[in-house]
């Protein structure tokens, strides 16, 4: 093995998403020296297709599938997911990690205070956007702005570059933090896959690496692993930790569309507006998906005669809050099934995503097939990790979507911060 310049750091933070560059940051803000390890690149965000795919939808890379063929999308760079999100800002449910003994609040507020976190001004929300929450409102749901995490003085209208990474840098993403962290002397190497965590006397004192086919050891009186909720329990696993990878969740959601004759848009923020239906388990928002993208699912389910139709396209997203289930294997295949409950909710959210549609004018109407995002629960709080996010092996703490200890169904990105600013207080304490 070939150590990395046979350097101790203070931590090795593993993966670059919103709550490894938390950690990264803060501890490196304090003074800490950190190396980050990413398995992605850190090539300049250009906001092209063939940037987007790479990161995000390559099989068996970015893209996995289910037993169902349901597509399971996460991103592999620098910035993790982030780079490609719609950039909402949901807080998270406080009760829920109260009840296990961890206060979000201070990490929350501070996250609040220091993000650009607003409804989109009037002039960022699209035509078929603007028509989804007319029609909504008149019929009585409570759709509305929401709230983004944008810098809306370098945004531009009638750009649809969220899905596929924003060219220019309006939209935060986690490589923000990176670069803060870079700049207080942190260290990052990219193309570098971790792939266990080197324990002696249940204590982490470093991590073993693939770096360009090279194996190499870098070590650390800390380690923090936020590759996130799909490649943290490979790396549990691997490390000794074999409970990790178990009842998960992983936010599945279709699109909903229906065409108009009066109205034009296409290239729209996404996500601008919407409504959070708790009490019946799933978030309706609009989407707007890019024309690739929308051509993409159009003709999955063999919607041909609506393939160009996106500008004049009403496109709805149901994102269910899925119930806790399925395993990872080893190697990070997902093994998990659609409950018939999850399948009632879609159909229930299809049935009042169509009544909007039909009251805004819409014809045509048709739903996607299934994908999936945010997977996580894989190292839960009180489960794999404790209160202070640390694993049974001492020095060693995961942070990101994996220890949420619950079914979710929201946008995680802000509690994954918040969680990062209260782990990096632990560890510096």
């Known amino acids: 093995m070939k150590g990395h310049n046979t350097s101790v750091f203070d931590a090795v933070v593993v993966g670059s998403g919103p709550g490894g560059a938390t950690v990264a940051r803060e501890l490196s803000l304090k003074g800490k020296k950190v190396l980050i390890l990413e398995w992605g690149d850190n090539a300049p965000i250009r906001g092209t297709i063939g940037q987007a795919i790479r990161m995000a939808a390559l099989p068996g890379r970015g893209m996995l599938f289910t037993n169902e063929l349901l597509g399971l999308a996460r991103g592999i760079t620098t910035g993790g997911s982030s780079v490609v999100f719609y950039a909402t800002a949901i807080r998270p449910p406080l009760d829920v990690f109260r009840s296990r003994g961890v206060d979000l609040s201070p990490g929350l507020e501070e996250a609040w205070r220091e993000l650009p976190i607003a409804p989109l001004h009037d002039e960022l929300i699209g035509p078929l956007s603007r028509r989804l929450m007319e029609s909504a409102g008149d019929l009585g749901y409570d759709w509305k702005k929401l709230d983004k995490m944008v810098y809306q003085e370098k945004c531009r209208p009638e750009c649809d570059k969220c899905v596929t990474g924003c060219p220019y840098d309006a939209k935060w993403n986690a490589r923000m933090f990176i670069e803060e962290a870079i700049g207080s002397g942190a260290t990052l190497l990219t193309g570098a896959r971790v792939r266990r965590v080197l324990v ?230």
């Open 200 to 429: 002696e006397n249940r204590k982490a004192f470093g991590v073993e690496y693939q770096r360009y086919g090279t194996s190499h050891q870098a070590f650390a009186s800390c380690i923090v692993i936020s590759a996130g909720g799909l490649g943290t329990p490979v790396i549990l696993r691997a490390s000794g930790i074999k409970a990790a990878g178990n009842d998960f969740f992983f936010d599945p959601l279709i699109g909903v569309f229906g065409t108009v004759r009066d109205v034009k848009g296409g290239n729209e923020f996404p996500m601008a507006c919407g409504v959070h239906m708790e009490d019946e388990g799933y978030m309706m928002t609009d989407l707007g998906w890019a024309g690739w993208l929308y051509r993409i699912f159009t003709a999955e389910v063999f919607r041909f005669d609506r393939l160009f139709s996106q500008a004049r396209t009403l496109q709805i997203m149901i994102k269910v809050k899925d119930t806790l289930g399925g395993s990872l294997t080893d190697a990070g295949g997902v093994r998990k099934k659609l409950s018939e409950e999850e399948k009632k909710k879609f159909k229930r959210g299809y049935g009042q995503a169509k009544k909007i549609l039909e009251n805004a004018g819409a014809r045509n109407i048709f739903r996607s097939w299934y994908v999936a995002t945010h997977p996580g629960g894989t190292a839960k709080i009180g489960d794999v990790v404790d209160a202070d996010l640390k694993t049974e092996f001492d020095d060693l703490y995961v942070c990101d979507c994996s220890v949420i200890p619950e079914a979710w169904g929201l946008p995680p990105v802000l509690t994954l911060i918040a969680l990062g600013k209260r782990l990096a207080k632990h560890l510096s304490a």
